[in-house]
């Protein structure tokens, strides 16, 4: 108890010196410590960013020092007004891994971008530390395709990401720069069989939010709706009804998904189904039983189904 009116307390003495702005920087390595004892306070890290420009040296101090953390640090960025922003992202050549990717995924929020801010993410994508390839590849998926990025250029640095997290994250990016892209068809059908589970379900998903898959996909995308991960099994579902032929195959496959034990990919198999055309009548009877299904979300996604077959 008294914990908790300790901390309510805390929020507001920090609300109250973070309404002084910049006239409050003598507090910042104030409240730095108490944000490291007391890091779920987010208040404390909205305080500290109004402070503005003279709580960025302090900050980044700490950071290096590991006495706060990105989740903190982000917070605090946020919380800073957009020209002292501009300044915080210049740092993208600082000694320290973690400076670089706080500066790297701030720069992701700035509008309008300062010149050479494309280039700076693209360079760091070759960065020695898969957390500041990580934030680089967050900041161009969060630009999207005013990022005019060519596209030849980052696939293959994707193609060559040994790290899986920095991986998926380059394939979320791709995704935003450029969509329905023969070459972005061909990078993602290339990460089907990558061993690691995460870059498959990633890859997956963004080829299950084309309008249509060649043929040749539904050989590789078949065997996936067996694996043990229902992640995996519910993205296959959603990519594997937009391959463009052997409809009669995916629809047999479809019916089998909606006994999946999973109610997630009993849930995209029954919303699947519904882009089967007219071979959606197959699968009508088991559509039906699904309205008894004990998840709700499942018997809702049975109606929209139905009513959608028509």
Do not use: W
Not at 21 to 50: E, F, K, M, T, W
Not at 183 to 189: A, Y
């Amino acid at each position: 108890e008294h914990g908790e009116h300790e901390d309510q307390l805390l929020e507001i003495a920090a609300a109250v010196l973070g309404s002084y702005g910049a006239n409050a920087s003598v507090a910042v390595p104030s409240l730095l410590a108490c944000l490291q004892q007391h890091p779920d306070l987010s208040q404390l890290s909205i305080s500290i960013g109004r402070v503005g420009v003279d709580a960025i040296a302090p900050t980044f101090d700490a950071l290096r020092e590991g006495l706060i953390g990105i989740g903190q640090v982000t917070q605090i960025v946020d919380g800073m007004p957009a020209k002292v922003k501009v300044e915080l992202a210049a740092n993208v050549d600082d000694p320290s891994p973690q400076v670089r990717e706080v500066a790297l995924l701030t720069i992701g929020k700035l509008v309008p971008l300062p010149p050479n801010s494309v280039d700076q993410l693209q360079a760091a994508l070759h960065d020695g530390e898969s957390n500041v390839r990580k934030a680089a590849a967050a900041s161009l998926q969060q630009i999207g395709e005013k990022a005019k990025v060519t596209l030849p250029e980052l696939l293959s640095v994707a193609a060559n990401e040994s790290d899986p997290e920095v991986r998926v994250a380059m394939i979320l990016a791709v995704c935003e720069l450029k969509k329905d892209d023969g070459l972005l068809v061909e990078f993602l059908e290339n990460n089907i069989d990558h061993p690691a589970t995460t870059v498959r379900v990633a890859a997956v998903s963004a080829l299950g939010k084309l309008e249509s898959l060649p043929g040749r996909l539904h050989a590789k995308l078949a065997p996936l709706l067996s694996q043990s991960d229902e992640r995996l099994r519910q993205a296959t579902v959603r990519a594997i009804v937009l391959v463009d032929d052997q409809r009669d195959e995916t629809a047999a496959l479809v019916v089998a998904a909606l006994q999946d034990e999973s109610p997630l990919v009993r849930e995209e198999a029954l919303l699947a189904a519904a882009n089967l055309g007219e071979y959606a009548t197959a699968a009508v009877d088991v559509i039906t039983k699904q309205l008894g299904a004990e998840s709700p979300a499942v018997r809702l996604a049975a109606i929209e189904s139905l009513s959608r077959i028509g």
